[in-house]
């Protein structure tokens, strides 16, 4: 299983040489799983002798995720059961540019139904997670200057457009809460916070059982909370936002004196494998952000508050400081103290969330299997 | 981490090469150290492809001093290269289209046990490798003719990987792979990095450069023409760079005969 889901889609003979296992073995295992259900064998050729090809099922059609990083960009294939069928990971520059991002991740979007061996008609919506606010009403970023030259494109529209799809777009925090809230650490909490300490830094919030994103979508968006009146301009133009001091370009400027050029990854396995330098940073990082995030939640009164993101790969070396910033400055509720917990989903917590929407936006039920579907808008595949 | 090593893993100071009349590279200067992404670019005939091979030993440079780890060494030839801990990729892969992919990985220095080959170890290793390397590449018995582009520049990227070395040379590795190919090289690139080696990247590709590179190096006409942070930069400067609209201080202009007539 594990194997056809790395690969996408691959022949009994290639499984087996990727399992290990004879191709007896593999031909029992996949006619079982066929029999289940669980995958579907098409025929194919390699170098001109017949086989089996090999994918995951696919009954209702697939539903794609695409997450904008600020250095990297994740595509995603995935089913109406929320298993991911595909993904490819690419890295991007800083300050990528939309117009090649957005090509792409519709080029990625058309190779990865290719490499699952789907066609493009099956396809029925598409996900966008993006690191900045979105406006719900109208697709479009919703604070001026967060992401550099993405101002006033509108994402889902240019998307949709290429994929003949409809594509739905939302903050990459609100899209981990909603995946937290689902499938993760938070799936029996009715009211919880996702804190996503990554480049930026962004809240998704949940309240009763549903995303909230505010108005103009810009609820959570504590990486613009001022924590120095008397700090630098962020991007967004205000003055001292909470980004400025743990984004990643404040980290790693802490650190360019004594460890050099680092990248964010560098710092993060530095605090993991015991630098005392990337740990203190990180750890600084982990109060402030704490502090910050126990005046959302004195407002908000969660359950829980989960705490995700590059910088949580570290575990307790962020986790500690947080906990113990959150202990300081929160309200003292001795009925029911809130629970800190680690994502669950890490670094996948954005796609599975993306994928999320997308399913959503499909008229789908919740479980995916009980009602047939197709796509709200047709559009000619191109 | 970089915690700045004292010595670079590779260091080219003051490369010379002429073709004839044609004067390839200029006073050269490279420096490269473990952990770390430095992409060499230019305009075609900027002599990227030369100062390559120059690293990889296929040619000897006219003047100049080569340092491995602070040591004066002479890369005369390919073998040199190889025993320094230099593996190069070069556009063509190099890859025997009719034998599997641990053959290809192994091709010409073959593991032998007793007087056959040690295929099981062979095959062994092969797996292990790709699968360091995140590589897609389903079967390891499989004729390479049979895999996709981006396939074959993984197991090319792989076969460099086994005699562990310190710097590893790309030159061109996107060129001609699709998006989902290019994603999955350039997460190589980053792959390698993260394992400590010192990789350079020789790119036309803006987008792929800064997307991993630590550290920009232009060549324009044989010489070097700025030096930029991968980070920090934007496209603007590099292109202008490459392009001539800026130029190092304190080097004289291109004389006007060497305009567009570097050889490769």
Same mark, same amino acid.
């Given at each position: ?48 002798? /017949? ?25 995603? $294939? ?18 990528? /540019? ?64 290429? $994929? ?70 962020? /991007? ?15 980290? $790693? ?65 962020? $986790? ?63 | ?32 150290? =473990? +952990? ?151 997460? +190589?690139?980053?792959?390698? =990095? ?26 324009? +006409? ?43």
């Amino acid at each position: 299983m594990e194997a056809v889901r790395r690969y996408g889609g691959l022949t009994q003979v290639e499984l087996a040489e990727a399992t290990g296992l004879s191709t007896a073995t593999v031909s029992t295992i996949v006619k079982e799983l066929t029999g289940a259900g669980v995958v579907e064998t098409h025929p194919a050729s390699r170098s001109g002798r /017949r086989a089996q090809m090999v994918t995951l099922a696919r009954r209702l059609g697939v539903v794609g995720a695409v997450q904008f990083g600020r250095r990297h960009l994740t595509v995603a $294939l995935g089913d109406p059961t929320r298993e991911i069928l595909a993904e490819q990971r690419m890295p991007l520059p800083v300050d990528h /540019r939309v117009d090649t991002g957005l090509d792409r991740a519709a080029l990625l979007v058309v190779e990865l139904l290719e490499r699952v061996g789907a066609s493009t008609d099956e396809l029925l919506t598409v996900g966008v997670a993006l690191p900045a606010p979105v406006d719900q009403d109208t697709g479009m970023i919703a604070v001026q200057g967060v992401m550099r030259g993405w101002d006033g494109i509108h994402v889902g529209q240019v998307l949709s457009k290429r $994929l003949a799809r409809p594509v739905v777009v939302d903050n990459d925090a609100n899209l981990a809460a909603l995946a937290e809230h689902e499938l993760g650490a938070t799936r029996t909490h009715r009211d919880s916070i996702f804190v996503r300490a990554s480049h930026g830094t962004g809240a998704g919030i949940v309240l009763g059982g549903r995303l909230h994103r505010g108005y103009a979508g810009t609820a959570g968006e504590i990486g613009h909370v001022q924590v120095d009146p008397s700090g630098p301009i962020c /991007r967004c133009g205000n003055r001292g936002c909470l980004e400025t001091v743990v984004g990643s370009e404040a980290l $790693l400027a802490l650190v360019r004196s004594s460890h050099g050029e680092l990248t964010l990854r560098d710092l993060v396995q530095g605090a993991v494998d015991g630098d005392p330098g990337c740990r203190r940073v990180v750890a600084d990082a982990g109060d402030r952000i704490g502090s910050v995030v126990a005046a959302l939640a004195t407002t908000l009164n969660p359950q829980a508050i989960v705490v995700g993101g590059e910088l949580a790969e570290t575990g307790d070396v962020l $986790l500690g400081p947080f906990r113990e910033s959150l202990r300081r400055h929160l309200v003292p509720n001795t009925i029911a103290p809130v629970e800190v917990l680690a994502s669950e989903l890490g670094p996948r917590a954005e796609i599975l969330g993306a994928l999320a929407l997308a399913l959503s936006a499909t008229d789908m039920a919740a479980d995916g299997l009980t009602v047939a579907s197709s796509p709200s808008i047709e559009g000619d595949p191109t | 981490m970089n915690a700045a090593p004292s010595q670079p893993a590779l260091a080219l100071h003051g490369i010379d090469k002429s073709f004839g009349a044609v004067q390839a590279l200029t006073g050269v200067e490279l420096e490269i150290h =473990r +952990h770390e992404v430095v992409a060499l670019v230019g305009d075609n005939g900027a002599g990227k492809s030369t100062l390559a091979k120059i690293i990889a030993g296929v040619l000897v440079p006219d003047a100049g001093i080569v340092e491995s780890e602070g040591v004066p060494v002479t890369i005369p030839s390919p073998t040199a290269a190889h025993a320094l801990g230099i593996a190069t990729v070069f556009q063509d892969l190099a890859l025997c289209d009719n034998l599997d992919v641990v053959s290809n990985l192994y091709l010409g220095r073959e593991l032998r046990r007793g007087r056959g080959l040690d295929e099981a170890t062979m095959e062994e290793t092969a797996r292990r490798v790709l699968a360091d390397l995140n590589a897609r590449v389903p079967s390891v018995r499989v004729p390479v003719s049979t895999l996709s582009g981006g396939q074959r520049q993984s197991v090319a990227i792989a076969r460099t990987l086994l005699g562990d070395p310190r710097v590893v040379v790309l030159d061109e590795p996107t060129a001609a792979l699709s998006v989902a190919q290019s994603a999955e090289v350039l997460s +190589h690139i980053l792959r390698l =990095r993260d394992m400590g080696h010192a990789v350079i990247l020789i790119s036309h590709n803006m987008t792929d450069v800064r997307a991993v590179a630590d550290r920009v190096e232009v060549l324009r +006409h044989g010489r070097n023409n700025g030096s930029f942070s991968g980070q920090g930069s934007s496209y603007e400067e590099i292109i202008a760079a490459i392009t001539g609209a800026t130029t190092v201080a304190g080097r004289s202009p291109v004389p006007a005969g060497a305009r567009g007539r570097t050889a490769r």
